[in-house]
Nanobody
Framework: QVQLVESGGGLVQPGGSLRLSCVAS????????MGWYRQAPGKQRELVAF??????NYADSIKGRFTISRDNAKNTVYLQMNSLKPEDTAVYYC??????????????WGQGTQVIVSS
C-alpha cells in the first residue's frame, strides 16, 4: 500500500499564493505519475495538474498560475499556486499511480487539504 499525506492548505486572500506538498510512503516500487485534483462544494472532483517523469499537464483554468513539480528522491509532489482566485477554493487531493512491492499498480489518494481564497 501507498500512503499520501498532503500539507500546505489554508486561508489566503485573492491574489495570494500557497504551496501544497504531498509525500508518498509505503511499499513503493515506482511512482508513475503524481498529481493534484480538487473538489469545490457541490461540484465534481476535477483534475488540476499531474506530472510524470517526462511531462506535466494542467487544467486550462489554472494554466499560467499554478506549477506542479516532483522530487522523485523524496517521493514528493508540490503545487505552487499563485494569483489565487476565490474560484480556486476547494479541497485539494493528491493522487498517485504507483507500483508497489508486490508489483501491483494502483491509484492512490490523499485525505485532502482545504484551500480557501477569500478576503
Amino acid at each position: 500500500q501507498v500512503q499520501l499525506v498532503e500539507s500546505g492548505g489554508g486561508l489566503v486572500q485573492p491574489g495570494g499564493s500557497l504551496r501544497l506538498s504531498c509525500v508518498a510512503s509505503g511499499s513503493i516500487f515506482t511512482i508513475y505519475t503524481m498529481g493534484w485534483y480538487r473538489q469545490a462544494p457541490g461540484k465534481q472532483r476535477e483534475l488540476v495538474a499531474f506530472a510524470s517523469d517526462a511531462t506535466t499537464n494542467y487544467a486550462d483554468s489554472i494554466k499560467g498560475r499554478f506549477t506542479i513539480s516532483r522530487d522523485n528522491a523524496k517521493n514528493t509532489v508540490y503545487l505552487q499556486m499563485n494569483s489565487l482566485k476565490p474560484e480556486d477554493t476547494a479541497v485539494y487531493y493528491c493522487e498517485a499511480i504507483a507500483r508497489t512491492g508486490d508489483l501491483r499498480t494502483q491509484q492512490y489518494w490523499g485525505q485532502g487539504t482545504q484551500v480557501i481564497v477569500s478576503s
